[in-house]
């Protein structure tokens, strides 16, 4: 799948899409990134989203 596409799964072991954390960002406002991980709880399994979600949060900004 696309990395780009809304349905893709950026956060393997919690099971969170890239279209929810692009919602998460527009609708809540927060940027910064441990605390977009922490309130999805995501990036503190296995760590391998990480850098999408980083990439996803500076797309945002």
Same mark, same amino acid.
């Given at each position: 799948?696309? +990395?780009?596409?809304?349905?893709?799964?950026?956060?393997?072991?919690?099971?969170?899409?890239?279209?929810?954390?692009?919602?998460?960002? +527009?609708?809540? @406002?927060?940027?910064?990134? +441990?605390?977009?991980?922490?309130?999805?709880?995501? @990036?503190?399994?296995?760590?391998?989203?990480?850098?999408?979600?980083?990439?996803?949060?500076?797309?945002?900004?």
């Amino acid at each position: 799948m696309d +990395k780009n596409s809304r349905e893709y799964e950026v956060c393997v072991c919690r099971h969170v899409t890239r279209g929810a954390i692009e919602d998460f960002i +527009k609708e809540s @406002g927060v940027t910064d990134f +441990k605390e977009v991980c922490a309130q999805m709880n995501m @990036g503190n399994v296995c760590g391998a989203c990480r850098e999408t979600v980083m990439e996803i949060i500076d797309s945002s900004r």
